[in-house]
């Protein structure tokens, strides 16, 4: 079992940057793929970044891509979201997820584990 704990969201004007921590519990951290996943108000939780379990493979949604970074550090048991270019429509709730599943990491069905969220607001 993994427990997740995500932190580093705020307030940020729009063009600004943010990092993202999710810190995860346990010992089996480096086995499992991990991604971050963001909900608006009134919208669906949708996909935004994963990694697999050695960092070995990326993939981003469309509008982040060229923004967003997804790196992890194994041996901190932590996975980070670094945001750049920051817009009022990144604006979310943050979830990071794990997830053994390297055949779908964009599917929000493959998380097995998931943090209470960190909520970032760009402002324009």
């Known amino acids: 079992q993994v427990q997740l704990v995500e932190s580093g969201g705020g307030l940020v004007q729009a063009g600004g940057s943010l990092r993202l921590s999710c810190a995860a519990s346990?010992?089996?951290?480096?086995?499992?793929?991990m991604a971050w996943f963001r909900q608006a108000p009134g919208k669906e939780r949708e996909f935004v970044a994963a990694?697999?379990?050695?960092?070995?493979?990326?993939y981003y949604e469309d509008s982040v891509k060229g923004r967003f970074t997804i790196p992890r550090d194994n041996a901190k048991n932590t996975m980070y979201l670094q945001m750049n270019r920051l817009k009022p429509e990144d604006t979310a709730v943050y979830y990071c997820?794990?997830?053994?599943?390297?055949?779908?990491?964009?599917?929000?069905?493959?998380?097995?584990?998931w943090g209470q969220g960190t909520q970032v607001t760009v402002s324009s």
């Open positions: 346990g010992r089996t951290f480096s086995s499992y793929n």
């Open positions: 997820a794990a997830s053994r599943d390297l055949n779908r990491l964009g599917a929000k069905a493959s998380y097995d584990y």
């Open positions: 990694i697999s379990w050695n960092g070995g493979i990326t």
